[in-house]
């Protein structure tokens, strides 16, 4: 399924097979395609690029096809690292956190910095932090090989 190029983000670079890679969905996946291209959001003498994950019903492109800046993509790959990083010693904390210290790290950017911390607003978040973890563990296969791939082309561009 070839990914539209005729609406407002308008695709550059396409991977549009990402069914057949897209992780425990992988061949059963309405995320079809993802794109780097031209920000549907661009206003006239101004130009963003963003990143895009095409979805499809099965009858239509769909309306939560998600298009993200750039950098947003990068800042969401730096926390799943810190998640990942955190949760290699959250065995030692009974909650898996610590409680009396739910600020994870804080990393810099741009002359402040993202604040990684434990959600002690949610309600749930003992519960809900046990499943997390198990999710994450159940996911290290896929996740690992995506961040090795990174880390390989990361050293190849010097980083």
């Known amino acids: 399924m070839k990914i539209p190029t005729t609406l407002k983000h ?17 061949y059963n996946s309405d995320a079809k ?23 499809h019903t099965g009858g239509k492109w769909s309306r939560q096809s998600e298009e993200l800046p750039l950098h947003r993509v990068l800042d969401l790959a730096i926390l799943i690292c810190r998640a990942k990083l ?3 010693e959250a065995y030692r ?3 898996l956190y610590d409680p009396a210290q739910p600020v994870i790290d804080r990393v810099g950017l741009q002359g402040d910095a993202m604040t990684v911390a434990v959600c002690t607003d949610n309600e749930k ?14 996911d290290d296969e896929l996740i690992s090989e995506r961040l090795r791939t990174l880390a390989r082309i990361l050293k190849e561009m010097g980083y």
């Not at 308008?10 to 992988?26: F, M, Q, T």
């Not at 978040?125 to 159940?138: M, Y």
Request: a neutral charge; proline letters at 2%; zero cysteines.
């Open 10 to 26: 308008k695709p550059v670079i396409i991977s549009d097979n990402y069914e057949n890679v897209d992780g425990r969905y992988a």
């Open 33 to 55: 395609g993802l794109s780097l291209g031209l920000a549907q959001w661009n206003d006239r003498g101004k130009v963003d690029i963003s990143a895009k994950v095409w979805r």
């Open 86 to 88: 955190h949760f290699r």
């Open 93 to 95: 904390y009974e909650h």
């Open 125 to 138: 978040i003992n519960e809900d932090i046990k499943l997390f973890n198990q999710a994450l563990s159940n």
